[in-house]
């Protein structure tokens, strides 16, 4: 599968951004999507998830309340709603995803990702 990210920006703090991952190739409903970010100088890491259906979500805890991620596959396209952001967000963010037969399943662990799309800077002025 392959991904492309965009809606990335410059934002004031406690704007809003929406950022949306479309996917091409294989069956969009067989792969866990997750978004990940990395500011420079940091590590990757990972910020929300969600399953192949939809049902199941998780969001890291510095971004729970602020961030949520959604997906339509009718669609292949996954997003991530950002809303009361801070310049600590600001960060290149990335959609990834992997094959599972399992319907519930997600995963914060970016090693489990197979796939990455190619990144949308974010950035967020004080």
């Known amino acids: 599968v392959q991904l492309q990210a965009s809606g990335g920006g410059l934002v004031q703090a406690g704007g809003s951004l929406r950022l949306s991952c479309a996917a091409s190739g294989r069956t969009f409903s067989d792969y866990v999507m997750g978004w990940f970010r990395q500011a420079p100088g940091k590590e990757r890491e990972f910020v929300a998830t969600?399953?192949?259906?939809?049902?199941?979500?998780h969001h890291a805890d510095s971004v729970k309340g602020r961030f949520t991620i959604s997906r339509d596959n009718a669609k292949k396209t996954v997003y991530l709603q950002m809303n009361s952001l801070k310049p600590e967000d600001t960060a290149v963010y990335y959609c990834?995803?992997?094959?599972?037969?399992?319907?519930?399943?997600?995963?914060?662990?970016?090693?489990?990702?197979?796939?990455w799309g190619q990144g949308t800077l974010v950035t967020v002025s004080s």
């Open positions: 990834a995803a992997f094959a599972t037969p399992y319907v519930s399943r997600w995963s914060i662990d970016l090693g489990r990702y197979e796939y």
């Open positions: 969600i399953s192949r259906g939809g049902g199941r979500t």
